[in-house]
């Protein structure tokens, strides 16, 4: 599934969703702007924070930001 991002200045960035299905529906796992996989952006700042410090710190990390 592809579609695009118009920002601001008319420039168009596609958008392409890598889909799995679950359930007998298909879901959302990844989207892809710019050649960049949220799901691999997410996964190496995961990877930095457990290198520095741990596992624990990174759920810390999110609980706190979750709410």
Known sequence: MESKIIGAKGEE???IYRLKRSDGKW????????NISIVNNY????DRVIS???YEELKKML????G
């Open 27 to 34: 879901k959302v796992y990844d989207a892809v702007v710019e």
């Open 63 to 66: 609980r706190d930001k979750a």
């Open 43 to 46: 996964r190496s700042q995961f």
């Open 52 to 54: 520095k410090s741990s």
């Open 13 to 15: 960035s596609p958008v």
